[in-house]
């Protein structure tokens, strides 16, 4: 190549560079902007009074007990607070819950999303980037979003949003696998029962049960579902038809804890509950159940909503709530098992 077709390609180079440079969208500017501010810190109050709030609320569904009850606070702390919420039911399905928030976004009815979410990476970029661009604030309850399933403590917060509010954490379900181990040192083989598996609380329970891999403990079958009795009784059977030699079932909530029950009446096995709603202590306190984990989704819900609320009025409100530490619990745990049953109060 001679020196005066060197010099008109460099020439040609350099104009198609600074053209990309002058080409960038005002939607990409205001997305990188929006990822700067939401690097580490929580939002900016987007109204000037409570009043003002109009609340989206993403439940996961409506089909159980715990998140009924969950929408019943929801509803009770905005008639006390006097701002609007509107509830929209997930129905454990990702897409359809996707679909709603990307609908009450477009809308621009409303300043604050409240999320439960059915799959938290699926919704990670419309919570962290969309909403804060149109002035929505977020807050996260019960299912961490953007990958943060396995975290803990502070971590299972996503920058940017108000607050996250759980009990189910990957320390809780790693101290509920030590429970069992303690146990059974001599080992036992163990079915796991969960719900759906984007669900942030099935892949933590069933990372954490890996630690059964570190001696005589055998995880010989496992199952997901849509949390209902129904579905957990046949699954339950499955578990005990093939494995006849069964020591234990692993629940991950007490609707699916009443189908194991059920099927494993008259046998030796023991039936272990994530859930402790009114069902599951009285089972406890008969030994129908050998423990359960205390939850509590009128105060998950409550101190989600209270984050909009502190946010607006200027008060410090936690990144993170952990339901595991509030001083209503007695001992200072949520482990349920016969000896203190007595101490505990189902709020579902």
Same mark, same amino acid.
């Given at each position: 190549?001679?020196?005066?077709?060197?010099?008109?390609?460099?020439?040609?180079?350099?104009?198609?560079?600074?053209?990309?440079?002058?080409?960038?969208?005002?939607?990409?500017?205001?997305?990188?902007?929006?990822?700067?501010?939401?690097?580490?810190? &929580?939002?900016?109050?987007?109204? =000037?009074?409570?009043?003002? *709030?109009?609340?989206?609320?993403?439940? /996961?569904? #409506?089909?159980?007990?715990?998140l009924q009850a969950a929408i019943d606070e929801a509803k009770t702390y905005a008639d006390e607070q006097g701002f609007d919420l509107d509830v929209f039911d997930g129905e454990f399905d990702a897409q359809v819950q996707f679909d709603q928030m990307q609908t009450a976004l477009t809308s621009g009815k409303y300043n604050a999303f409240a999320v439960e979410p059915n799959d938290g990476n699926l919704v990670c970029n419309l919570l962290t980037q969309d909403a804060p661009a149109a002035g929505v604030m977020v807050a996260v309850?019960?299912?961490?979003?953007?990958?943060?399933?396995?975290?803990?403590?502070?971590?299972?917060?996503?920058?940017?949003?108000?607050?996250?509010?759980?009990?189910?954490?990957?320390?809780?379900?790693?101290?509920?696998?030590?429970?069992?181990? &303690?146990?059974?040192?001599?080992? =036992?083989?163990?079915?796991? *029962?969960?719900?759906?598996?984007?669900? /942030?609380? #099935?892949?933590?329970?069933?990372?954490a049960a890996k630690a059964f891999g570190d001696g005589p403990w055998e995880i010989v079958a496992q199952q997901s579902t849509d949390y209902t009795t129904a579905q957990a009784f046949q699954a339950a059977q499955t578990f005990m038809q093939a494995n006849p030699d069964l020591d234990i079932v692993m629940s991950n909530f007490s609707?699916?804890?009443?189908?194991?029950?059920?099927?494993?009446?008259?046998?030796?096995?023991?039936?272990?509950?994530?859930?402790?709603?009114?069902?599951?202590?009285?089972?406890?306190?008969?030994?129908?159940?050998?423990?359960?984990i205390i939850m509590l989704p009128r105060q998950e819900t409550k101190y989600a909503l209270q984050g909009f609320v502190d946010l607006v009025n200027g008060e410090e409100t936690p990144k993170f709530v952990n339901l595991t530490e509030l001083d209503m619990l007695p001992g200072g745990t949520p482990f349920v098992t016969p000896d203190n049953v007595d101490e505990f109060t189902a709020e579902y």
């Open positions: 190549m001679n020196t005066r077709s060197r010099s008109a390609l460099l020439a040609l180079l350099a104009a198609g560079a600074l053209l990309l440079t002058s080409c960038s969208s005002p939607s990409q500017e205001a997305a990188e902007s929006t990822e700067s501010e939401a690097s580490g810190a &929580q939002p900016e109050t987007t109204i =000037a009074s409570v009043d003002e *709030l109009k609340v989206a609320y993403f439940s /996961a569904g #409506s089909s159980n007990q715990y309850f019960n299912l961490p979003i953007c990958g943060r399933a396995e975290n803990l403590g502070e971590e299972t917060w996503e920058p940017g949003t108000v607050n996250y509010v759980g009990g189910q954490t990957a320390d809780v379900y790693q101290q509920w696998v030590e429970q069992v181990k &303690q146990d059974y040192p001599d080992g =036992a083989k163990i079915a796991l *029962l969960s719900g759906p598996d984007l669900n /942030a609380n #099935s892949i933590v329970f069933f990372e609707g699916m804890t009443r189908g194991v029950v059920q099927a494993t009446a008259g046998s030796d096995v023991a039936v272990y509950d994530f859930g402790g709603d009114e069902w599951a202590l009285e089972n406890v306190k008969a030994g129908e159940l050998a423990s359960s």
